[in-house]
């Protein structure tokens, strides 16, 4: 049995996603000490993995999604990863600010997957 495309996707765009954000701004808490340069080293070797998901997520979800419409879920997912991470591994304060950025891409996902 197939797995739809949408979950296929919908998958490995978040597991993108976390390994994109680790790579983006982990580093800003676990190798804060250390030069810039092997930060980023560190970052484009984490990154590789982002991209090993991210391109067969968007190779599949381009069967059945427009490109405007993968980027928007691309984004969607992107704030669903990066809220978690920024409270719990950054330890960010939670804010109300999330809220509506969500809403706004409420309404993005909307007027990119109506017919």
């Known amino acids: 049995m197939q797995i739809p495309v949408i979950f296929q996707t919908v998958g490995l765009l978040t597991l993108s996603n976390i390994f994109m954000t680790v790579a983006w701004y982990g580093h800003l808490k676990s190798l804060a000490s250390r030069p810039w340069w092997i930060a ?3 970052s484009w070797s984490i990154a590789l993995f982002e991209y ?3 391109v067969p ?10 490109l405007a419409q993968l980027k928007i879920m ?7 990863v990066f809220v978690p991470f920024a409270m719990i591994y950054m330890n960010q304060p939670f804010k109300l600010d999330y809220i509506w950025a969500a809403l706004c ?3 993005a996902v909307y007027f990119i997957f109506r017919s």
């Open 40 to 42: 980023a080293l560190i």
């Open 52 to 54: 090993l998901l991210q």
């Open 57 to 66: 997520a968007n190779r599949i979800g381009y069967t059945q999604f427009s």
């Open 74 to 80: 691309q984004e969607a997912i992107t704030l669903t």
């Open 105 to 107: 891409l409420v309404g």
